[in-house]
């Protein structure tokens, strides 16, 4: 497996993790939209390039309790008609398909598996990880799969020459972008690195991924991007209301930059079975679509 190894940020944690909040609401929310993205670019042929900033450890074993509980746990057992036979089902069956359990999820597949399952043959994986641990787990759980190239560092610091290099040699390219925001300079990193790789790569599908437990973050990343000249949509879903702090996500957002046709409206009919089945108080969950 090639791989190379880059200096990581001095103010990077260096415990970061994806696997304490594998399987949550972000998860879902997340997972739903790169289903939205991947599926359509795979329909319409060609090799396919997909680059990850940070990408886990590919595969996550989920404890009896967790955050997991709040978000494929509360649809893994749903019935496919609760789902809607839609977006969400077609999401839900996909992680039954690529994980583990029986009367609840065991195993979670992390973005890496999902992306891996739904390109063809002759997708080109390049995977970034910062973490050593976890950069390990990502290489024994992608051995032998000849479409992966991994790398230890932080993807957003090489994502604008890599997306441009994966541009020339692939027909359809998309980006992941999908830090950990354990820094305040990651709001405005991640805009940075999505940009850069915008208009690197201006045929390029691209995603960013961000938590949400207020709005002010969140907004002034997406001013940001604006100002540099990326046009957008964010699709948000909260499925606890925003003046309820708490410990673990109030729900989570995405930005797209030209995904595919139906992608976003695969989204907006996500939101509320999500939102049904996983608001914690009561029925209360919202969401906000924004273009610019």
Known sequence: MPSSRSRYRPESPADY??????????????????????????????????????????????APTGEWTEGIGRLWSASESSLERGPVARYVALVRR????????????????????????DAR????????????????????DARATLRCGDGWCDIGAAARSAAASTDELVVFIDPPFSQKSDWSTAADA????????????????????????????????????????????????????????????????????????ELGAAAPVIGRHCAIRGDRWSSRLVAW
């Open 125 to 144: 994986l390049t995977l970034w990880e910062r973490d050593a641990a976890a950069f390990a787990r990502l290489e024994a759980e992608v051995a032998g």
């Open 194 to 265: 999505l940009a850069a790789a915008a208009h690197a790569a201006p045929r390029a599908s691209l995603l960013l991924w961000y938590p949400l437990k207020s709005l002010t973050r969140p907004n002034a990343m997406h001013a940001r991007l604006e100002a540099a000249g990326v046009a957008a949509t964010v699709a948000e879903l909260v499925t606890t209301p925003l003046e309820h702090q708490r410990q673990r996500l109030n729900g989570s957002g995405v930005v797209l930059v030209r995904p595919p046709a139906g992608a976003v409206e």
């Open 17 to 62: 993790s994806h696997r304490f909040h594998a399987g949550n609401v972000g998860d879902v929310w997340k997972h739903c939209a790169l289903v939205a993205v991947l599926g359509r670019i795979a329909e319409r042929g060609g090799r396919v390039g997909y680059l990850e900033s940070h990408a886990g450890e590919g595969r996550y074993t989920l």
């Open 98 to 121: 690529l994980g583990r359990g029986a009367e609840r999820p065991e195993v979670y597949p992390g973005s890496p598996a999902i992306a891996g399952a739904l390109l063809g043959p």
